[in-house]
């Protein structure tokens, strides 16, 4: 099977797929403010067509080549092109503003590389085991399961769980627009046709992402960038040669990315600043960190490509996205008639290790041309934003309409981009609401099938070991900040 996945990716048809997925995403990485939920959003009028297959190694591509992007212009500019990247800024920008803007590039392709081979050999390992366990899990236990994804999600919303639940809840509400799955009702349609299969899900996630970073940039009124960078080829590949050298430092940031990407909703940025905690702690230099360490590079950019790869885990398993790009990656899969879960682990294994072998092969190939583009690519990030905003919008818009050429999509997409614009004004976050809209009806149908499995008795949720198990990480979810804040006020009473 994992033969019959490489053999697929290898298919003339998909491998163009791929490298052109792989530009995608080196561009929508590279200029800050896009990054991968955003580009991945913008390319999926582009997968209306063709198969399954070929649109997953289309947003393979996508996912696989935004980090290396988004490190060029964290290094060149100081500004990361997707959130996790930030942590490359600590010391790439000093280390370009040293003249080493090339080493820094170079380590960060190599690092970006190597961490997405280790993900990938994780993943190809954990997939047998994530089958068993899934056949262990019944209505009562995916409805536990989603129900701690949400509440994960709202945790590490930045420490706002109150916040994070808001959202969260709010997901639930539009996500119980249309028909009952039950009953058949129509439920808070208001008369309207357009909503009587609910709220689409990709015009959403094209207001929420292209739609509100571009209006940010908007208000802003601010250029990406002012500053262009100079430096020579030779130093990319001894940059190239130091992750190698600090092949530790590289394993440490892969592992820690592999395990908190199984994680679902902690996302890269937490993997990648864990990473570099854990570097520079280690490390006998740790006082360089900060000022130009070549470390502090290569550790978050190793963890960030490991945890795409992981993230996979909870994504294809579960049907749960680990973050706001997995998310928009299930509605690829689900419009193109693939149905996350349990049912993909058994009858699309085909579909899943083309996806494993696609995901690898984008970080390499992007790595690659991260190091010998590096200096052409750098000339995007100083387009002003009064040309890239009409763009941006243009083709957000029409990628909405494109899903059925309808004009309620459009609609959606404006409402949904209002939405999420108040959000990040107010320091709201919009994964919960990402995922709710996602697992909303999932939640609501395994609700139902589990009381009527049980005759209405709410016993189901914890008459069994695995159901309690994921009952006490719900109330322990729940119990977490709160139980953390009382902890850290009665020691600051005892000192």
């Known amino acids: 099977m994992w ?81 996790p990247n930030a942590a490359t800024c600590l010391d790439g920008f000093p280390m370009a503003q040293q003249g080493k803007g090339g080493m820094a590039i170079g380590a960060a392709a190599s690092a970006n590389a190597l961490g997405g081979i280790f ?10 085991l994530a089958q068993k366990i899934v056949l262990s899990f019944g209505p009562p236990q995916f409805f536990l399961m989603c129900v701690f994804g949400i509440i994960i999600v709202s945790l590490t919303s930045g420490g706002r769980l109150l916040e994070g639940l808001l959202v969260g809840l709010f997901g639930l509400m539009v996500s119980t627009i249309g028909y009952d799955a039950v009953t058949g009702e129509i439920r808070y349609a208001f008369g309207v046709p357009y909503l ?33 960078n100079r430096f020579a080829m030779s130093e990319t590949f001894e940059g190239v040669m130091a992750s190698f050298r600090h092949w530790r430092t590289v394993l440490s940031g892969s592992l820690v990315g592999t395990l908190i990407g199984s994680v679902p909703g902690v996302g890269g940025t937490v993997a990648a600043f864990a990473s570099y905690t854990l570097a520079a702690q280690t490390s006998r230099d740790k006082d360089t960190f900060g000022k130009g360490n070549i470390k502090g590079v290569i550790a978050p950019e190793a963890a960030i490509n490991a945890k795409d ?14 973050s706001a790009e997995m998310a928009v990656f299930l509605a690829i899969l689900i419009l193109h008639g693939v149905d996350p879960g349990p049912l993909l682990l058994i009858q699309h294994q085909d579909l899943i290790y083309e996806l494993v072998w696609a995901l690898v092969g984008g970080c390499i190939i992007a790595a690659v041309a991260g190091i010998f583009l590096a200096k052409t690519f750098a000339r995007i990030t100083v387009l002003r934003a009064n040309i890239l905003v009409p763009v941006v919008i243009a083709v957000s818009i029409l990628g909405s309409w494109a899903v059925n050429q309808t004009i309620g999509n459009i609609l959606v997409t404006l409402v949904f981009g209002i939405i999420g614009y108040v959000l990040t004004v107010i320091d709201y976050p919009r994964l919960p609401l990402v995922i709710s809209l996602i697992l909303g009806a999932e939640i609501e149908r395994y609700y139902d099938q589990s009381v009527m499995i049980s005759n209405g008795s709410l016993r189901i949720f914890a008459q069994d070991p695995v159901s309690q198990f994921l009952l006490a990480l719900v109330v322990l979810g729940l119990l977490y900040l709160p139980c953390a804040a009382l902890v850290r006020r009665l020691a600051a009473r005892r000192g």
């Open 3 to 83: 033969l019959a996945g490489l053999a697929s990716v290898f298919a003339a048809h998909d491998l163009a797929y791929l490298f052109l997925g792989v530009a995608f995403g080196l561009v929508f990485g590279l200029v800050p403010g896009l990054g991968g939920t955003t580009g991945l959003t913008l390319v999926i009028p582009l997968t209306f067509g063709v198969d399954a297959s070929t649109s997953i190694a289309f947003a393979a591509g996508v996912m696989g080549a935004v980090p290396m992007g988004a490190s060029i212009s964290a290094i060149l500019i100081n500004a990361p092109g997707s959130a």
């Open 119 to 128: 993900g990938t050999v994780f993943l190809l390992a954990i997939i047998p």
């Open 196 to 228: 009587w299969n609910g709220v689409p899900l990709v015009p959403a996630l094209i207001g929420l992402f292209p739609i509100t970073q571009m209006v940010r940039l908007f208000v802003s009124g601010k250029a990406i960038s002012e500053t262009r």
């Open 309 to 322: 790869c992981s993230t996979l885990v909870p994504t294809l398993a579960f049907g749960i996205p680990g």
